[in-house]
């Protein structure tokens, strides 16, 4: 009867755990403008009621790639009700074990995001966005 108990205690324990460390996670739709770019965002809620956003992005190519070229990647996080935000810049970048470019961002918000996009812009510290959709959440 003991380890029945001690087995629900820690179902309960690890159950709790599991949901109040759920994060959400979005996945960037295909693009035509990078196509072999593919990511994904995921937002956790902290123990402030600040979100956490975590972005990798594999594959993307440098924006003096594109056509017409740009100088910098930004990532813009929209959430309910407000306008997009400028909440950083993604460098691509590869190491010399593996030739694959690799992108990541980390940010913290006080609003919870709904969705994600990725444009190519002349300037890193844009406040709207101006330059080509190069990739968006779904």
């Known amino acids: 009867?003991?380890?029945?108990?001690?087995?629900?205690?820690?179902?309960?324990i690890?159950?709790?755990f599991a949901l109040s460390s759920c994060a959400s996670k979005m996945?960037?739709?295909n693009?035509?403008?990078?196509?072999?770019?593919?990511?994904s965002v995921k937002v956790?809620?902290?123990?402030?009621?600040n979100y956490t956003i975590d972005l990798d992005?594999?594959?993307?190519?440098?924006?003096?790639?594109?056509?017409?070229?740009k100088q910098y990647y930004v990532v813009w996080?929209?959430?309910?009700?407000n306008a997009a935000?400028?909440?950083g810049q993604i460098v691509s970048t590869s190491n010399f074990l593996s030739n694959s470019l690799k992108s990541s961002l980390n940010a913290i918000s006080t609003s919870k995001p709904s969705s994600f996009f990725i444009t190519a812009e002349e300037n890193a510290d844009v406040q709207y966005p101006a330059g080509e959709v190069v990739l968006r959440t779904n």
């Open 1 to 12: 009867m003991k380890n029945i108990n001690l087995y629900s205690l820690v179902a309960v």
């Open 14 to 16: 690890f159950l709790t």
């Open 27 to 29: 996945a960037f739709q």
């Open 31 to 39: 693009s035509s403008v990078v196509p072999a770019a593919e990511g």
């Open 44 to 49: 956790k809620q902290d123990k402030n009621n």
């Open 57 to 69: 992005v594999m594959r993307l190519a440098h924006p003096d790639r594109l056509s017409p070229p």
């Open 77 to 81: 996080m929209n959430s309910n009700g």
């Open 85 to 87: 935000k400028n909440i």
